[in-house]
Each structure stands twice: as C-alpha cells, then as structure tokens.
DNA sequence: CATGAATGAGCCTTCATTCAT
DNA sequence: CATGAATGAAGGCTCATTCAT
C-alpha cells in the first residue's frame, strides 16, 4: 500500500507482508541445502533448522507443516531453474545458439546441480505415494514441460522446423535424458558429452522440416 | 536348478538353503504388495508383517534389515518384469510382432502394475542418496537397460535396420517415456494410445534403416 | 466508584487503571467462549487470541500467565452466576416463588450454560492439581456454598422452616445435583422435570419445620 | 485353550495372553501411580515410564495410544473401588453394620485415596470435553451409580425401608458429597465426622419407611 | 525356526513465554 | 500499547533393531 509513495526513495522498511515472505525465501533456502543432501525422507525439520540461522520451532512457526515447507522449497527452486532455462533460450538468436545454451545449461545442471535434480526426482517420486504432495508437484511438472516445449519452438522456429510430438511426450524423452544424466553424474560416469550429443540428437528428433 | 534330481526318490525335504530361499520369497512377495500400496520410506516392517504370514521379527530372521529386504524385493519384481518382457520380445517373428508385444507390455504395466512401477521409481530415487540400495539399484537399472537394447536390436533386426544410439541413451528415453506413462496413469490420464504411439515413434527414432 | 464525577465537564478518558482493567475484562470474554468450547488443557493462548480481536502477545501484557488468565476468566464467569441467582432469589416473595426461580434457573444453566459450567468443573478439578489454581477455585467454591446457602435460608424463611443441614454439606448435595444434570445434559439425556424435582426434594430435605 | 488340562498342577507358564494383559495390568498400576500425583493432563507417557520398570515404547507397544491408556487405568482403579464397596456391603447383616462399612469405606478411601479420586474426578471432567473418553468414562459412572444404588438397597431392606429417589438422582447426592469430601480433605480440612454424619443423613434421606 | 517383548532414537507438532520494535 | 518474531521444552507417536525364549 505505502508503497510507491512519491518520491522518497528513502522507505526503509519493507512492508510487513514481504518481512514475512523474505524469511520463508530465507529459510526456504536454507532448507534446500539439506535436503538436496540428505532427501526427503531423511531430513527431519530439526536437521534443516540446525543448518540455518533459526531453530524448529521457527520453522513452524513460517510453515504451517513439513509437506508446506518442502512444496515451498522445490517449487522455489524449479521456478528458478526454469526462468534460468527461459532467458538463457531465448537470448540465443540462431538455431545453434539454442542448442549450445540449452545443452550447456543441461550440463552444468547435471555437474553443479545434480543434488538439487536428485532431491526434484525424489519428491516428485513421493508424490505418487503423498496425496499433499500430488497437486503441487504435478503443478511443477506442467510448468517445466512447457519450458521444454518453449525451448524446443524456439529451436525449430529459428532452424526452419516444426515440433513433430505434442508436448506431453516432448518432454518425456528430454526428462528420461536429463533423469539419467544426473543418475550417471552421482554414479561417477561423467557424461558430458554423450549428454549434449544426446541433446543435439533428441531437438532433431522432436522437430522435423516445416 | 532342479538340483537334486537324478533317480533319488527319497528327497522328501528341500536342502536347507531352499527352504531359507524360498521363505526369503515368500516374504518378499507379501512384502512387495504393502511396498507397492505406501512407497519405501511411509513402509515399516510392522506393515510388511501385518500383511503376511509371519511376525515382524521373523522378518529380521530371514533379511538383516530393511534395506536388504527391499532390495531383494525390488530385484524379485524387476527380474520378473525383465523375464517377461524377454519373452514376449523374443516370441515375435516379425517387426510388427516385436512392437505390438512390446507396447502391448508397456501399456498393460501402465495399467495393471502402475503401483509396482511407482515402487521401483521410489526405490531408485532413494538410491540416489543412500549408498546401501545404491549398488544394487545401478545393476538392476544396467539390467533393465540391456533388455531395452535388446527390443531394440530385435525390432531392428526383424525390419532391416540397426540401432542409431548406444544402449544408455536408448533406454534413457524409453526410460522417461515409460515413467511419464505411469505418472499420467496414477494422475488419471489415460493414455493408452498416446503410449502406443510414442513406442512406436521411439522404436523408429533410434533405429535406423541399415 | 465514579470517583472523579464532580462537575469536571471534560474527563474524555477514564483513569488509566479503569481502562486496563476494561481490557482484561473484554479478553476475558473472548477466552471464555474459548475455553468453554476445548476446555483449559486443550485450549491454547493462540486459539484464545485467534477468536479475539487482539494478538497473541497481548494475551501476556494484560495476564502475567495462562494461569492468571484463566482464573480471571473462572472468576468472572461465576461472579456473574452468582449475581445471577441472588437477585433472582431475592425477588421471590414466597417459598413457591423461590423454589421456581432457583430451579428454572439452574435448568436454564444447564441447558445454556452447560459447556461453561463443564469449564467450571474442569478448572475445579485441574485445582486439584495445580497449587496456582487451588486457591481462586476454593475463594470462588465459597463464594457458591454461601449463595447456595443463602438460597436455601430465604427458601426457608419463606416456608416458615430452618435449615437442617450446615451450608458445605448443603452445597455439596446441590453440587451433585448441578454436576449431573450437566453431564447427563452433555451426553444428550435431557432430564428437566427431574432436575426440578430433584431440586424441588432438595429444598426440603436439607431443611425442616422450625 | 490347554488351560485345565487334566489334573496337572504344574503348568508353569499361562497362556500368552494372559501374559500380555499381567503386563497391561502392571503397567497400569504403575501408570496409575503418576497419573493420582500428576493429573491427566500434566501426565506424560515418559513421566508414567520413568517410574515404571519400563521405557515409553514399551507403554506403546502394551497400549495403543494414551487415551486407552488412561481409559484402561481408570477402569481398573474404579473397578476395584466398586468390588471393595460391594463386598464390604454384602459381608454387612444389619442397617447397622452396612452403614458403618460404607461411611468408613468412604473416610477411608477419603484418606488414603484421595489421590486417586482426584484423577477419576480430573478423567471425568476431561470426558467432558473429550470424545475418545467419554463412552468410558460414561459407562464407568453408571457402573458407580449401580453400586451407591445397591448398597442403598441393602442398608432399606436391612432397616424396613425402600428407596425414595431413582438410582441416577441417588448418586448424584452421594457423589456430590464424596466430590466434596475429597476436595476438602486435599485442601487440609479434615472433616471425617462431617463425611459420616453426611451418609448417615443421606441414607436416611433417599429412603423412606415401607 | 520363529516369536514377540522391549528398546531408544527420532519425528512432527504444539505451546507458553520472552522480547525487540 | 500492542505486535509478532523467535524460542526451546515437551508431547504423542513410529519404527528399525535386538534378544531371550
């Protein structure tokens, strides 16, 4: 409300409903590092709280249940990687731009990432068994499927294609590539190139001539 | 197998370590039925007990601990998928046969063993951060990846082509194609055709005519 | 009271003690239908403030403890109780008249007020625990026998009889009566004739011709 | 089941089942132990195990969550309560004799148990207000009201006389008076004449001559 | 062989209370 | 005055595991 009040550039405090989101942002973050360490399963709310600057009952105190707090947590993070994976594509402005910054982000997703991929793998996972969790993870899941698919129209736009399978099945195959680009890079295979050969493979594969 | 046979008419007992064997399957299957229904970490051995013939300690009799008994399940359900599959793919005289099979498997999994499915993505996501299930996840996956290129090479063979990608790759899209497959199912998607028709799709993307 | 009337025309703001106390009272209010409803182990100072119009923090600045503010809650309800009863006591002019008065009054309690009288009960047997608690609960305790007390002394002056009994062993007898008409209430066995005529029974029995 | 097998005298274990309910029973006297001197509410489970020869799971394992707990332990304190007064009031062959076994079983359990009583008054003020509890406790309270009704029988038939109230307003009046007993006694005022003249009145007072 | 009693660490959550603003 | 952020102890409960029988 006060917001945008004249001119003063001088509001030094936010307003009390962004304090409030800024410390869930705060804790949010805290909370990925362990559980992108340790797992859903095995991250108890005491493990997060004493790896941040706030004890458990702060925790409750931001997040009304373990299943919010950890929703919350990887929903932060897969918008993250998908605004990356957006502006990273769409700067490209040939064919061969979008290819090299996707298959380029893919691999440092895999390399620098993969912790945090493993602990998007997991939840998902428990999401077909957790009902609070179906909704919101099957919400983050359309999202990156139509990252995909932007991702894939941008490519085929600028090389003269169209894309040849819906989007749905689109971004299973890229799916079932990155999957096991992170299973191999935890494994100790690296696979760098297979995996931006294998990228370069399926954008063919998923567009074909106009 | 069939170890002792021969003329001896008087083997009225099994020797001891397939009586011990046979028990360790026996649990295992009523163990994979509670497995399948709540997911590897919301399954406790009470439940697994509860819902066979034995108690909750004969369990640690025949399996040191939990992670052994999952294992051994898991392995028990992929080793029965991967036979199955083996035989209806081999069973096939023609490209048209190998790929009607083998979609035709791949739906009825979807469908009928969509809960046995989800288990075996859960346990491979648990595998990713606790080393115990690793090793033996990584073998059954290279198992699973092998039947795959397998199809593959057979359905090649059969209709004059040969594979385009190396077996990893392969099976890392069939891989993604068969888990978005269940995840739709359990989500309520039916898509049985779209399956189908993404199998055949994939058969041909990564092969290619001799 | 009223002590700075006079002919003082501008006294906008009562004294600053009159105001605290307004607020306690207002508080108090609002935890009764609280606790009234999840009685005192139950209820929490956040349910209490979350059905008020102030915060949880303010709980504490008007109330040193949960204690004192659940005694100050007990001891105004049943102040107003017992002004309740007196002055419909007092205003019955024959024996008839208090004998319909008292008991109309105590089913009308029980029917109406039945969940803040099971609070009474609760807090009266919490003070048989709690050292805090014991000695509000026994200064109000005697405050109710002397009512009762006073009930039966007008009944029987009215009826030209005495009372037979002293006034704990008269309260006592009428406090089983109350505590069972409000359970059997609770547990939905409506019981109005006999309560009146328990009360009715009562009357003369714990007092006898002069 | 081989219980009174032939005329064996020395079946040395007792049936498994009898084993689990001989550890209820323990576990529960020394529940009970913590929860006379604690209060329902202020009891933990890990209180109650502290003074018991046993660990907070093992109370899980015997009970399966604190509500049958406490429900089980007030039971078997209030059952025994009404074997002793029943018995005493049978062993009773003059009005004489029943009067005085029942006001000095009254004093008594005023005395020594008060602690006890105190924690059946807390149980049913919680059944108030708790669900879980209610048809327990409520079938509890009837079991009481029986009794005190019995023995009412006796002490009139004994004395030429017949009830001259209905079981339900019968115990009301006693448990009105035994409420208050207790809570006098708690509060250091000794009053055990009071308490014998009491009953002595009351019995009177709910018969009448044939 | 198989049982089930017993354990104790650990989990999520609730809550009265304190305190800086 | 009033707020609400932060705390930390405590609560009920689950569970893999051990072990005597």
Redesign the pocket.
């Known amino acids: 409300m006060k917001k945008t009040l004249g001119g003063s550039a001088t509001r030094v405090r936010k307003r009390?409903v962004d304090?409030?989101e800024d410390?869930r942002m705060q804790l949010a973050d805290a909370a990925l590092v362990t559980l992108a360490e340790q797992g859903y399963a095995?991250?108890?709310?005491?493990?997060i709280a004493e790896r941040s600057?706030?004890?458990?009952?702060?925790?409750?105190?931001?997040f009304?249940?373990?299943?919010e707090l950890i929703t919350y947590c990887v929903r932060r993070y897969k918008n993250r990687c998908i605004a990356r994976y957006d502006s990273l594509v769409q700067d490209g402005e040939t064919a061969q731009d979008v290819l090299e910054a996707f298959s380029g982000a893919v691999v440092s997703t895999m390399i620098e990432d993969a912790r945090m991929q493993r602990l998007w793998y997991d939840i998902r996972s428990q999401a077909m068994f957790e009902h609070v969790l179906a909704a919101d993870v099957a919400a983050l899941d359309r999202d990156i499927e139509d990252m995909i698919f932007r991702v894939v129209l941008r490519y085929a736009e600028l090389s003269g294609r169209e894309p040849s399978l819906n989007p749905a099945l689109t971004y299973a195959l890229f799916d079932g590539l990155f999957l096991h680009a992170v299973m191999n890079h935890l494994a100790g295979k690296a696979s760098e190139s297979e995996v931006r050969s294998g990228i370069e493979y399926l954008l063919g594969s998923v567009t074909r001539p106009v």
Do not use: N, Q, V
């Open positions: 009390p304090k409030f410390r095995r991250t108890g709310l005491r493990d600057d706030f004890t458990h009952g702060t925790l409750h105190y931001y009304h249940d373990k299943a």
